[in-house]
């Protein structure tokens, strides 16, 4: 109640009763109305927690060493830090082995509550197989066949299972990997990594379609990591805008030879503010 407001009260309950003038009890009615509305506004809605999990790779027993995927993952993790989430681990997790991606993937979805707004950024090797695609560890000596990979890569669908199991959360997966592959008999395709959500949203946009390269960002960022960031500073808030935005950055930057691959479950309306959060310049509604 503003200054103004409180003079009215004071005066209603300190004034006498002149001719035109509303009775006491009158006067307490007023106040006494006053005082519920105040006590059963609702509260202004509160912001949904915002939390990160953010892993890039560089070194292998096995696969080629790449050259930028830990950069990606810390340019990433600022800039997602930049919009308010908070970063599963403190930061960007380079170079796990299986058990401790898999560690951070499980609790990572357990720290989820409900209503929240998760995005999970991988950069690395990545391969595909029987309709799966799977993530390489750092410790990958024992990869040498596609039928080695359940056991000894980690599947994308381990992490998507336990994400579309926490109750109203909106997920977004960016795969910095590439999922054509050397090993024999694979299939580029991923149709079941992607799990329906108990209310909220999943999307996986993996860096380059089925069978195409991710390309390594030497030297500096990536084409996906680089147009990730851009589209978070530009503010697209909204994730139709931001997935666009990223494709068509990815695209350009790429020479056309790279392009991004989008599948989503959308179990409610998408986030007016997700992936990018609200801008804090933007005046209140």
């Known amino acids: 109640m503003g200054k103004s407001g409180l003079r009215m009260v004071r005066g209603i309950l300190s004034g006498t009763r002149r001719e035109g003038q509303a009775p006491a009890r009158t006067a307490r009615v ?5 005082c519920a509305g105040l006590l059963f506004c609702p509260p202004a809605q509160a912001e949904p927690v915002r939390m990160a999990l953010v892993i ?8 080629r060493d790449l050259s930028g995927a830990r950069a990606d993952a810390e340019a990433i993790a600022d800039a997602l830090a930049a919009e308010g989430y908070a970063l599963y681990g403190g930061g960007a997790i380079t170079d796990p082995d299986r058990a401790q991606m898999l560690a951070a993937m499980r609790g990572f979805a357990r720290a989820l509550p409900d209503g929240a707004l998760a995005v999970v950024y991988i ?8 309709g799966a695609s799977y ?10 066949r596609r039928e080695d990979l359940p056991a000894h890569a980690v599947a994308l669908r381990f992490l998507t299972e336990r994400l579309a199991a926490r109750q109203d959360v909106h997920s977004l997966i960016l795969v910095d990997a590439c999922r054509a592959n050397a090993l024999a008999g ?3 395709a991923a149709a079941s990594d992607i799990v329906a959500p108990e209310g909220g949203a999943m999307s996986i946009l993996y860096a380059a379609a089925p069978g195409q390269i991710a390309a390594d960002g030497a030297g500096g960022t990536g084409p996906f990591a680089s147009a990730v960031i ?14 666009h935005a990223v494709s068509q950055d990815v695209l350009a930057r790429s020479g056309g030879t790279q392009q991004p691959y ?6 409610a309306p998408e986030h007016p503010a997700f992936p990018a959060g609200p801008d804090v310049n933007d005046p209140p509604s």
């Open 30 to 34: 007023f106040v006494l109305a006053v």
């Open 262 to 267: 989008l599948t989503q479950i959308l179990a």
């Open 230 to 243: 851009a589209a978070l500073d530009d503010g697209q808030a909204s994730l139709t805008r931001f997935i």
């Open 123 to 130: 950069a690395g090797h990545g391969l595909a197989s029987g």
């Open 56 to 63: 890039g790779t560089d070194s292998y027993e096995r696969a």
């Open 186 to 188: 694979h299939s580029p």
């Open 135 to 144: 993530l390489l560890p750092a410790d990958d000596a024992a990869i040498a």
